[in-house]
């Protein structure tokens, strides 16, 4: 029993000090984003249980206890502790983002300016962090916004009493372009923001390899072009729709935001109008031809994107303009809408120095707003579930868009 004890302790330090600082190298990238996502948003739960299993293990030697086990023990609650701590500071990254990239009086645009309670820790939905539904919440499910079967499929998370009027958000899932569906991603958001009198779409788009580029971002505007004909059935405002998304679909959703009615990307459709109101990509890829010479974009060109997301006959060294028109870093013009770009400072899988070139670009060209928060202790996908941060992360977002909501109608809805 001693030596259980003491290897789930062990093992217990080794994932909170890879969350703590996970290893930089490419080829532990994936295993360490995995155990350190998990490690950091749980953080609570594991010291509870920790604690719980140390002293369950006193009880049960009475007196012969395992130095060793209870030393690990000690030292992983106190990493826990530390990633706990870590992960409330995300309130104020979020807070001085939002004051530093849209203005200190934003708060003034807001209806209801948030007061402590809005942005204490709710710790009783963090208890039970995958149970993701609200009871002021309806979904629909599994509406096709075109015609192809389960990946042309969307869902509508709305106000569980009546709307009309009001503002829409549109989610994009992640996954490499390769996996992933409507289910599993954004749900936090989308919860708190329908509950607040939002009307929420979640899409799927079609995944490689069986589908090549362009297909995801075709998709991903004929859902665009559903929502403007259809909204108002749902309770939504056709004419503001702002966008989000995590990993490739915060790729998705910051193309989106800067394509708006591009004829090369609407085939079709080309008189839909595809624009986007406000973008809040999380740890999105930006450098997606991987101009910027970054060496972690350039091994995703080669290793994923040409050899799995394009067409196999279209090579990035001969077909480079294909793959710049797919990137956002590469399509940020003077007409971008607002932005608020969220990656997390530990992220494995997309390294920060991305999003702060891709926010470096947008400040340098866009005439809106841009906000940019790094969030401490972050990992890739840090905002699936309910967590402390990704909490704080939700209602900081929550407040973006209503101000840019409340900014674009002040504005005459331009």
């Known amino acids: ?21 996970p290893p930089r190298a490419a080829r532990t990238a994936i295993p360490a984003f995995f155990a350190g996502w998990l490690t950091g948003e749980l953080a609570p739960h594991l010291l509870a249980l920790t604690a719980a299993d140390a002293a369950a293990h006193v009880a049960r030697r009475r007196g012969g206890s395992s130095k060793t086990g209870l030393a690990l023990a000690a030292a ?26 849209i203005g200190t009086a934003y708060v003034d645009e807001l209806e209801h300016p948030p007061d402590p309670k809005d942005l204490a820790t709710p710790w009783g939905q963090l208890a039970m962090p995958f149970r993701m539904r609200d009871p002021e919440v309806r979904r629909q499910r599994n509406i096709a916004y075109a015609p192809g079967g389960k990946r042309f499929l969307l869902d509508v998370y709305a106000p569980r009493e009546p709307v009309t009027g009001a503002p829409i958000l549109l989610q994009v899932h992640g996954g490499a372009w390769v996996i992933g569906n409507k289910d599993q991603q954004g749900l936090p958001l989308m919860l708190h923001m329908a509950k607040r009198g939002w009307v929420c779409v979640a899409i ?27 909204a108002e059935s749902y309770g939504g ?10 990993s490739a679909g915060g790729h998705l959703a910051a193309l989106l935001a800067l394509t708006a009615n591009d004829p090369a990307l609407q085939p079709g459709f080309t008189d839909a109008d595809t624009s986007i109101q406000a973008c809040a990509p999380h740890y999105g890829v930006y450098d997606f031809a991987g101009t910027s010479g970054r060496r972690s974009s350039q091994t995703r060109l080669k290793t994923l994107i040409a050899r799995h997301v394009f067409e196999a006959d279209r090579d990035p060294v001969n077909f480079l303009d294909d793959y710049i028109a797919a990137s ?17 400072v530990h992220d494995s899988l997309v390294p920060v120095g991305e999003a ?33 941060r990704s909490a704080h992360v939700v209602r900081g977002v929550e407040r973006f868009l209503e101000w840019s909501y409340r900014t674009w109608r002040r504005r005459g809805g331009s």
């Open 1 to 21: 029993m001693q030596s259980s004890f003491v290897l789930r302790q062990a093992l217990q330090l080794a994932l909170t000090a890879n969350a703590l600082k």
């Open 76 to 101: 992983s609650a106190a990493g826990l502790g530390a990633l706990i701590a870590q992960s409330q500071r995300a309130r104020d990254e979020i807070e001085t983002a939002l004051t530093e990239g």
């Open 204 to 230: 799927n788009y079609p995944l490689s390899p069986a589908a090549r580029w362009p297909a995801h971002i075709v998709a991903a505007k004929r859902a665009l072009a559903w929502i403007r004909d259809n």
């Open 237 to 246: 405002d056709p004419s503001f729709v702002a966008v989000t998304g995590g």
């Open 328 to 344: 956002p870093l590469d399509r940020i013009t003077e007409d971008a809408p607002p932005f608020f770009v969220i990656h997390g």
């Open 356 to 388: 702060r070139e891709f926010v470096r670009r947008l400040r340098e060209k866009s005439h809106r707003e841009v906000a940019y928060a790094e969030i401490s202790g972050a990992q890739h996908a840090f905002d699936v579930f309910p967590s402390i």
